[in-house]
């Protein structure tokens, strides 16, 4: 940005200013603060507002749990697990994830069960609704979540537009409230302002969305009166006796030819959904593609027949929905992972990744306390959140390359599990096993083996025997990680003891 010259009615100064105020910048500030740094939050917008990405993982849940205990944040704790969070009030709506479920629709025909289970996938990833993983009402816990930053001592500026962002050995920000410039000046500056990227930009990062594999956009909207999906399946003739847990109290996923649908229930009754494209967005307004989609599906329109968009919202659409920023290094400046990149809502692993790097900043603030991270530590953080980017969309690009044949995009999404179940296990440093060569070394083989079927289907090579026998490859390849009873032949696609326990110990298959 250009400096001008301004008349600055309001002068404050921290150690730190945090730019964004949804949950993963609030939670920084708590963490920090906790440590022993003043800092000031800014955000150009207030709580409560609507905020997409709203499916947690048991990573995630484990984060919150070890945030919670080290910095005593104990009004935190509680949302960790969907039992107690659905308990900590009115204020804070979530929504029971019991795992992850889907479900393969063929366009122009109603879904069809069968009783080998050939058109569903239910893998569990806790045992019980008490323990269970949850939807955040991102509104809801977003603002729980910052509403209680002065309780940590955090000064938080609301509807603060930046006008300009300096940096002369330290930080100064410059910005309007209610009429006032007001600049904060600081040592330290952590962007969390998501795909705005509002800090990076004003230096100049460049974006390389390119180095993406993935390739998606997406149409989404809060919805009331949706049908649960259980009912409908039911009512196809679909047995839903051995589900190992209810298919719509979790993250379910539609499979359809032009991508997928989430549907994400909160127990306010709103469900989030959205349709995710593979490629970019197709023409039209937002409203008429999402109406070609549920009219090209007729179960799903029999499911959404009673539904409408929830209170004043709108459908709203994202172009590309992958992003990710090249970084020079600029002394005294972290950014959220969420600001440097991002790959897909597939696999839910935004919310565990920016709990991961809030953990990471924190261990690494405490070291540096009362001075600050140096220029090897920031350079090994930004480092590290981008091969955890590249490698989240490893794992979801080989999902999205075996979407045309139901069995091959089982086996690319058990293979996905089969990684977060030992990540879930072994807690390693790196998200997701994302730096463990036997780990790594052996997944990019099967994403190739993914991709390559892929690249011969488009061509009209390929025959069932080969997607079998990639399956079959898949299989064998990962038994020795596979402690978790995945891709069981026996399992009919339906995996309950693959779920993390209570205390977070794995329990075993079978
Ligand atoms: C379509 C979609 C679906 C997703 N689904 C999931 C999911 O199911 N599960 C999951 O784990 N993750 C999901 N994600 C990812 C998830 O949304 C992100 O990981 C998460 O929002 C990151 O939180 P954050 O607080 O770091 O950033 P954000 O939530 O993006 O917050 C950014 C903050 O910065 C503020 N801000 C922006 N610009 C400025 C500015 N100029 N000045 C001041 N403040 C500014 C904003 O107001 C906001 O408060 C999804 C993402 C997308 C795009």
């Excluded at 990405?53 to 509680?78: H, Q």
């Excluded at 039911?234 to 719509?248: V, Y």
């Excluded at 080969?466 to 995996?495: Q, V």
Aim: charged share 25%.
């Amino acid at each position: 940005m250009r400096r001008r010259i301004v008349d600055i009615q309001m002068k404050h100064k921290c150690d730190i200013t945090i730019v964004g105020s949804n949950f993963g910048g609030a939670l920084t500030a708590h963490v920090l603060a906790k440590i022993g740094y003043r800092v000031c939050v800014v955000d150009r917008f207030e709580h409560p507002r609507f905020t997409i990405g709203e499916s947690t993982t048991p990573l995630a849940d484990i984060a919150v749990e070890r945030i919670a205990e080290r910095y005593g944040l104990k009004w935190l704790k509680p949302l960790a697990r969907y039992g107690t969070a659905s308990k900590i009030s009115t204020e804070v709506v979530v929504g029971p994830k019991r795992g992850f479920s889907y479900f393969h629709h063929r366009q122009g025909s109603a879904f069809e069960p069968s009783p080998e289970r050939g058109s569903e996938l239910l893998v569990a990833a806790s045992t019980s609704e008490a323990v269970a993983d949850m939807h955040w009402l991102r509104s809801s816990v977003d603002s729980f979540i910052a509403d209680r930053l002065p309780d940590s001592g955090v000064r938080l500026l609301e509807k603060y537009r930046i006008t300009e962002i300096r940096k002369d050995g330290s930080w100064s920000i410059i910005g309007e409230k209610g009429g006032q410039t007001i600049q904060i000046d600081s040592r330290f500056i952590i962007d969390a302002t998501g795909r705005a990227a509002a800090v990076n930009r004003s230096i100049g990062a460049r974006t390389v969305d390119h180095e993406l594999l993935t390739n998606t956009s997406a149409i989404y909207g809060h919805f009331q009166g949706l049908q649960d999906w259980t009912d409908v399946y039911r009512a196809l003739g679909g047995n839903s006796d051995q589900h190992p847990f209810p298919a719509q109290r979790a993250a379910l996923h539609h499979m359809i030819n032009e991508g997928w649908m989430w549907q994400l229930g909160f127990d306010n009754g709103i469900t989030s959904c959205g349709v995710v494209f593979a490629g970019t967005l197709p023409a039209g307004s937002v409203e008429d593609r999402w109406n070609s989609v549920l009219e090209s599906y007729p179960s799903l329109l029999e499911q959404f027949k009673d539904s409408e968009l929830a209170g004043s919202e709108e459908l709203k659409g994202i172009k590309r929905i992958q992003y990710l920023r090249e970084f020079e290094f600029v002394e005294n400046l972290l950014s959220l992972p969420s600001t440097i990149g991002f790959v897909d809502p597939m696999h839910s692993t935004g919310i565990a990744q920016t709990l991961n790097a809030i953990e990471k900043i924190g261990v690494m603030f405490e070291m540096a306390n009362p001075g600050f991270p140096g220029a090897d530590d920031q350079t090994a953080y930004v480092r590290n959140v981008i091969r955890d980017v590249k490698w989240i969309d490893e794992l979801v690009s080989a999902a999205y390359a075996s979407r045309f044949d139901f069995e091959l995009f089982v086996s690319a999404v058990l293979l996905y599990f089969v990684v977060v179940a030992s990540a879930e296990r072994d807690l390693p440093d790196s998200f997701l096993h994302s730096d463990t060569g036997s780990v790594t070394s052996t997944v990019v083989k099967l994403t190739c083996l993914i991709r390559d079927i892929e690249a011969r289907h488009k061509t009209g090579e390929l025959g069932r025997s080969e997607i079998r026998k990639a399956t079959e490859t898949i299989r064998k390849e990962t038994a020795h990680l596979n402690d978790f009873g995945l891709m069981d032949p026996k399992s009919n696609n339906l995996y309950l003891h693959t779920a993390v326990d209570k205390s977070y110990k794995r329990i075993g298959a079978g």
